[in-house]
């Protein structure tokens, strides 16, 4: 399974036959008390060349005996609301950006949620800003969780009986640890950020024909080196700061995107957020950000004002965007 890295030449997780069925089998044991087997109709509205989709949906359907019905172009968005319209749902899982799209398309609301028992959120960072108004419209939790194509890809999910977004990936899923670690490779106080790291049934082979990435990926312990940022709490639970590669090094703070997103998300007037650092010969890097809006409002100096003040309010100066572009749309990868 290829994964779907943005920079550098893909590589290909192997994934064997233990690893896919021990995935399955952690993701039945977490939803066993809420999912009804020959009972379910689930929405596939991901890829299934994803290895979210694919073992979230199609072949975690085919376990359940569910009716599963395949969105074949999520981005018609009229077109996916009518489909949803046609019988009422109990499972979802899809990306932050396709939940906050679907909010902002006329109809949504007036879909039947009576049966909507799961929403699973994966891929990227799940947002407040759209987590909780999709409660609202919805009635059921946005849930996040995490994984990876070299963890089949399940390593992380919330307790589905949570009352609210949470700002976690949630807890390990059973047979699997997971440990923070700084860059010494020794294990973080809980509360700090260092790496995570996942040993687990899923955790893949390694990569094929890739023998040096392999061993800089997994440890001679056997533990995955994620590549992302995390914490972990007292309970356990485990929040993503970000990517490592993705850290914006700004005046010797670190500073990491999905912060940075997230609070931009939370302006009334932005619809969806993405920044990256761009050189500066004072500061070392700097955030520019590329914002699209929501409906009613207009890409003008005093939004931009706005959106700066709230941002240094939030953040602090050194942190907030130096540079903020509207756009139209924002890229997204399938």
Same mark, same amino acid.
């Given at each position: 399974q290829? &994964?779907?890295?943005? &920079?550098? %030449?893909?590589?290909? !997780? =192997?994934?064997?036959?233990?690893?896919?069925?021990?995935?399955?089998?952690? !993701?039945?044991?977490?939803?066993?008390?809420?999912?009804?087997?020959?009972?379910?109709? %689930? =929405? &596939?509205?991901?890829?299934?060349?994803h290895i979210f989709a694919l073992l979230a949906n199609a072949l975690f359907a085919m376990q359940m005996g569910a009716k599963n019905r395949l969105i074949t172009n999520p981005r018609d968005l009229p077109a996916l609301i009518k489909e949803l319209s046609r019988e009422p749902f109990s499972f979802i899982s899809g990306v932050n950006t396709l939940f906050n799209a679907m909010l902002h398309t006329p109809g949504f609301e007036k879909l039947d949620f009576s049966k909507l028992k799961i929403v699973l959120g994966g891929g990227m960072a799940?947002?407040?800003?759209?987590? +909780?108004?999709?409660? +609202?419209?919805?009635? &059921?939790?946005?849930?996040?969780?995490?994984?990876?194509?070299?963890? #089949? $890809?399940? !390593?992380?999910?919330?307790?589905?009986?949570i009352d609210g977004f949470n700002g976690f990936?949630?807890?390990p899923i059973? #047979?699997?640890? =997971?440990?923070?670690?700084?860059?010494?490779?020794?294990?973080v106080p809980l509360g700090e950020r260092g790496e995570l790291c996942i040993r687990g049934p899923?955790?893949?082979?390694?990569?094929?024909?890739?023998?040096?990435e392999t061993a800089e990926a997994i440890d001679a312990e056997g533990w995955l080196h994620s590549g992302d940022i995390a914490t972990m709490n007292e309970e356990g %639970?485990?929040?993503?700061?970000?990517?490592?590669?993705?850290?914006?090094?700004?005046s010797g703070f670190?500073?990491?995107?999905?912060?940075? +997103?997230?609070?931009?998300?939370?302006? $009334?007037?932005?619809?969806?957020?993405?920044?990256?650092?761009? $050189?500066?010969?004072?500061?070392?890097?700097?955030?520019?950000?590329?914002?699209t809006l929501n409906p009613g409002f207009a890409a003008d100096e005093e939004l931009e004002r706005s959106i700066r003040g709230h941002a240094r309010k939030k953040l602090g100066p050194a942190v907030a965007p130096r540079e903020i572009v509207f756009r139209n749309t924002l890229p997204k990868t399938r």
């Open positions: 290829y &994964t779907g890295g943005t &920079t550098g %030449f893909a590589k290909g !997780a =192997i994934l064997t036959h233990r690893n896919i069925i021990a995935n399955l089998l952690q !993701a039945h044991a977490w939803t066993a008390n809420d999912l009804v087997p020959g009972k379910e109709v %689930f =929405i &596939t509205a991901l890829p299934m060349y799940v947002q407040r800003a759209v987590a +909780e108004p999709w409660q +609202e419209v919805t009635g &059921t939790t946005l849930l996040e969780a995490y994984g990876l194509t070299e963890t #089949s $890809p399940a !390593a992380a999910i919330n307790p589905l009986d990936i949630g807890l059973p #047979s699997t640890e =997971i440990c923070i670690r700084d860059e010494n490779n020794e294990e899923q955790v893949m082979k390694g990569y094929w024909r890739r023998p040096e %639970f485990i929040a993503i700061v970000d990517r490592l590669k993705d850290m914006i090094l700004v670190n500073v990491y995107p999905n912060e940075v +997103e997230e609070v931009l998300a939370d302006h $009334p007037g932005v619809l969806e957020a993405g920044v990256i650092g761009v $050189p500066d010969e004072t500061a070392g890097e700097v955030i520019k950000a590329y914002v």
